[in-house]
């Protein structure tokens, strides 16, 4: 079959018969297709985006053979495996054949009979393997993981550098296209340049993911949200990644404690202890695992319904990838990240702790840290945030499901409460945390704060109606927005910024878009939740009882939803029977009574 009379319906009817897929991935059919031109081409697909087919089926179609530059033997076994199964004759060459093996390959591909040969870069570099293959009829040569070619790529291999000096040494050019998850403007021209691919066709596609919802959480209080989230989706999987090993053992311990059926996965536990729980989790034994970025390379479990970054990670590559493991089988799921500005100083630290990082580098990681700093403030559709940052060439109109594009509320002018922190933290001498700053707006009557005095500010108790958490939502989400600072170090210290002055003189207004909970998150009504906590506390404190024998989550759930205001409606609530109700119910009901009251008058 000549190229001319190849085209893109053949290609499509290629991959109905032998891989059983009805239609190309958009980003698949035009990399085909201008592979099928003659034209080299660089692909660029996220993992799992099906780079592995954009170079498989060309192979098919094309005379003679395909050699495939690939980096790692197990890479290179499953694809074989997969491919002669699915009916195309393919084979590998690496060191783990003997003698025997090498020839039986190499004369089968002498006589035609494989369509595609894997072979790792370091061969390319063999005199003898060159003269071998000049023998041979190739007429495409695919590098996969092309990123390996470059230094400032994740896995730099120097033999990658051995593949343009062999393609030279072949009698007859072949075509040559690369393939990589990895979309830097560094790592794509040293691609093109180290592969000295010609007049090379660049394709940026894939980055899209019509079924995930994505959203950022600012301010949000990490731990309940988690806690909550994952009860209240507790048949679905879900990935939750934390910056550090420490945290994904708090975690652990935290969400076992409350009965979820979580696993966990950093590089501090020992080999077994990971492969044990990759396993449940993959099984489905284990709904939730709590990991670091340590865990997902290669795991392709397709059901993943959610995956939490409680910590922001280091970079938009890094965030793509490891949220892209949610809904691999095209199912609704929800990637949601929970902001905090501290994160930015402990990635900042761990960039500085980073020795084997060149200054020029180093600014690179600076670089890559504020554009994913940028996507947590971003008010505009988060998956058009991920394609222009990924130069993704699909036309995209807004998703309408993350939380920008669901973000419908107005904004509310919160100048007063701004002027009322700002001008606090400023009587506080600048010189304490979110916590206590809150407390003090609070009007606390905390050791603490009469210790320091600050009972005697003017600025003590301005904020009483509000919750402590509230007022510290609200001092996160000033931090967020650049009006505040936190100072790096462990105990960080809140400091006033020009734009809070500007606020202060009454030159400038404050809005708050109060952000949209996820919609599993978005029934809850947290505030009525939290105080029905407060009060639960109090009286497990005085019945000398753990709080969940007063009444377990589930329970004060239900009743911070149904706001039940009578004996006859708190009965009716899950969890309360008769004697608890005796025993616990009045002050629940007081307090409900009082909320209906507060309304009617308030
Ligand atoms: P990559 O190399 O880009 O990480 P793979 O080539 O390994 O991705 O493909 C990821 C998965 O997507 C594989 O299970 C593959 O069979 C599947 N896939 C690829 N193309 C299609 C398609 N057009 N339709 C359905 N599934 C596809
Ligand atoms: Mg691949
Ligand atoms: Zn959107």
Redesign the pocket.
């Known amino acids: 079959m000549g190229v001319d009379s190849m085209s893109i319906e053949t290609a499509q009817q290629a ?1 109905q018969k032998y ?1 059983g ?1 009805a ?3 958009s980003g ?1 059919k035009r990399i085909i297709s201008s592979l099928l031109e003659g034209r080299e081409t660089l692909g660029i ?1 996220p ?7 954009c170079y498989q089926i060309p192979a098919l179609l094309f005379e003679g053979i395909t050699l495939v530059v690939s980096p790692l033997i197990s890479l290179m076994k499953d694809q074989v495996d997969a491919l002669n199964t699915i009916g195309i004759p393919a084979a590998y060459i690496n060191s783990t054949l003997s003698a025997g093996e090498f020839q039986e390959r190499m004369r089968a591909a002498r006589e035609g009979r494989l369509k595609l040969l894997y072979v790792a870069p370091e061969r390319l570099e063999s005199e003898s393997f060159r003269t071998r293959m000049q023998s041979l009829h190739i007429s495409f040569v695919a590098v996969d993981e092309a990123h390996c070619v470059s230094q400032w790529g994740h896995d730099f291999r120097t033999s990658y550098l051995a593949v343009a000096p062999f393609v030279d040494s072949l009698p007859q050019r072949p075509l040559v296209a690369a393939f990589t ?1 990895t979309a830097t403007p560094e790592v794509t021209q040293d691609i093109v340049k180290l592969l000295a691919l010609r007049d090379a066709e660049l394709f940026v596609t894939g980055f899209g993911r019509d079924n995930l919802a994505m959203s950022v959480l600012r301010g949000a209080n990490k731990r309940d949200f988690v806690f909550d989230y994952a009860q209240r989706n507790t048949s679905k999987p879900g990935i939750i990644y934390a910056a550090t090993r420490k945290e994904v053992d708090e975690l652990f311990t935290a969400m076992r404690r409350k009965g979820l059926n979580v696993g966990k996965y950093h590089a501090g536990m020992t080999d077994e202890e990971r492969a044990r729980n990759q396993e449940d989790f993959i099984y489905d034994d284990i709904r939730v695992m709590i990991a670091t970025n340590a865990f997902g390379m290669g795991i ?1 479990k397709s059901n993943v319904r959610y995956v939490i970054h409680y910590n922001m990670p280091k970079n938009m590559e890094a965030y793509v990838q490891e949220a892209g493991r949610a809904g691999r089988d095209g199912e609704p799921s929800e990637c949601i990240l929970l902001f905090n500005p501290q994160d930015i100083l402990t990635q900042k630290f761990l960039i500085e702790q980073n020795e084997g990082l060149s200054p020029e580098r180093k600014k690179n990681e600076y670089r890559k840290l504020q554009t994913m700093v940028d996507y947590c403030y971003t008010p505009k559709c988060l998956q058009g945030a991920i394609l222009d940052y990924f130069g993704d060439m699909q036309e995209s109109e807004p998703c309408g499901k993350c939380s920008s594009c669901t973000d419908e509320r107005e904004l509310v002018d919160i100048t007063t409460e701004a002027q009322q922190i700002f001008s606090c933290i400023h009587r506080m001498r600048e010189r304490f945390g979110v916590t206590m700053i809150a407390s003090v707006l609070k009007g606390s009557r905390s050791q603490k704060v009469l210790q320091y005095r600050f009972d005697g500010l003017p600025t003590y108790g301005l904020m009483r109606k509000s919750t402590e958490k509230e007022i510290s939502d609200l001092i996160n989400v000033l931090i967020a927005e650049g009006y505040l600072q936190l100072t790096e170090g462990q105990y960080p210290v809140v400091k006033i910024q020009a734009p809070a002055v500007e606020v202060l003189r009454g030159e400038r207004q404050v809005f708050q878009k109060v952000q949209k909970q996820p919609e599993a998150f978005a029934a809850v009504d947290e505030t009525v939740f939290e105080q029905l906590r407060v009060i639960r506390r109090d009286l497990a404190a005085k019945a000398k009882v753990p709080p969940y024998i007063i009444f377990n989550d589930a329970t004060l759930r239900e009743m911070s939803e149904l706001k039940p205001a009578t004996e006859q409606a708190m009965l009716r609530i899950k969890g309360i029977g008769e004697v608890k109700f005796r025993q616990y119910g009045k002050p629940f009901l007081e307090f409900f009574q009082h909320l209906n009251e507060e309304r009617e008058f308030g």
């Open positions: 991959l891989y897929y239609e190309f991935r698949q697909m993992t799992g985006g099906g780079k592995s087919i998850a392709d």
